[in-house]
Every structure is written in C-alpha cells, then in structure tokens.
Nanobody
C-alpha cells in the first residue's frame, strides 16, 4: 500500500503564499512523476503542476510564474510553493504519484484564498 499525505493548506489573503507538501510512504514503487491537481465543487479536477523523476516540470497556464513545484527523491516528497495567490486558486489540492503501473492519490488539502 502507498499512502500520500498532503499538508500545508489553509486560509490566506489574496497576494499571500502557501507551501504544500506531499509525502509518500509505504511500499512506494518506482516513481515516474508526481504532481498536484486541484478541484472546486462542480468542476473537473485539473492539473496544477507536475515534476518527473528527472526534474522536468509542467505547469497550468493559470499558475505559471506564481507556483513552483519541486521534489525530494530521497524522501519521496513533492512540494508546491504558491505565491501571489488569487481567490480563483481556492480549491482542494490533491497530490498524485504516478508509477509505471498505477496512480496514487492523496486525500487532498483545502486552500482558501480570501479577497
């Protein structure tokens, strides 16, 4: 079993910053990539950012220049530094671990940005 535990969510004013963390534990397989998605009620889950095992990153256009994803392979942990937050960034943020056979999801952490 693989467990993903997210932390770092909370309430912040617009323009502020938060740092999300996601640690994988248990029988962690070889990791292809890890990433962050977010979802608001009534909408599909959308990709925020991802990083592969070689360190290459991808970002949603809406967060480019504001969010930075990074990883610590030794700790099976991925981070999301979120700066210049906007009210439209309010969502539940989910961590995903993509191995070569399965995807694993965390339970999510709520980020609320007040205007």
């Amino acid at each position: 079993q693989v467990q993903l535990v997210e932390s770092g969510g909370g309430l912040v004013q617009a323009g502020g910053s938060l740092r999300l963390s996601c640690a994988a534990s248990g029988s962690v397989p070889s990791i292809n990539r890890m990433g962050w998605y977010r979802q608001v009620p009534g909408k599909q889950r959308e990709l925020v950012a991802r990083i592969n095992s070689g360190g290459s990153t991808n970002y949603a256009d809406s967060v480019k220049g504001r969010f930075t994803i990074s990883g610590d392979n030794a700790k099976n942990t991925v981070y999301l530094q979120m700066n210049s937050l906007k009210p439209e960034d309010t969502a539940v943020y989910y961590c995903v671990l993509v191995s070569y056979t399965m995807n694993y999801w965390g339970k999510g952490t709520l980020v609320t940005v007040s205007s």
